[in-house]
Nanobody, 115 residues
Framework: QVRLVESGGGLVQAGGSLRLSCAAS????????MGWYRQAPGKQRELVTT???????NYADSVKGRFTISRDSAKNTVYLQMNSLKPEDTAVYYC?????????WGQGTQVTVSS
């Protein structure tokens, strides 16, 4: 079984930074991609960023230039560096991993950006 453990969420003022991490453990033989979603109150869950096993990253337009995704393949860990945070970034952030044809989700971590 696969489990994702997230950390790094919290409270920050606008313009500040946070770094989220997500470590995958269990029987993972081949990871296709890892990424981050977020869901704000009253809104749909949206894709923030993804990174492939080869290191190719993609970003939503709303975070491009401010957020950076990275991974440590040896540790099966993905990170999300968030800079220049805005109040509209406030959401629960979820880590996800695609392996084979399966998907696993983290429990979510709250990020709150104050005005």
């Amino acid at each position: 079984q696969v489990r994702l453990v997230e950390s790094g969420g919290g409270l920050v003022q606008a313009g500040g930074s946070l770094r989220l991490s997500c470590a995958a453990s269990g029987s993972i033989f081949s990871i296709n991609a890892m990424g981050w979603y977020r869901q704000a109150p009253g809104k749909q869950r949206e894709l923030v960023t993804t990174i492939t096993s080869g290191g190719s990253a993609n970003y939503a337009d709303s975070v491009k230039g401010r957020f950076t995704i990275s991974r440590d393949s040896a540790k099966n860990t993905v990170y999300l560096q968030m800079n220049s945070l805005k109040p509209e970034d406030t959401a629960v952030y979820y880590c996800t991993v695609l392996y084979g044809t399966l998907r696993a989700w983290g429990q979510g971590t709250q990020v709150t950006v104050s005005s």
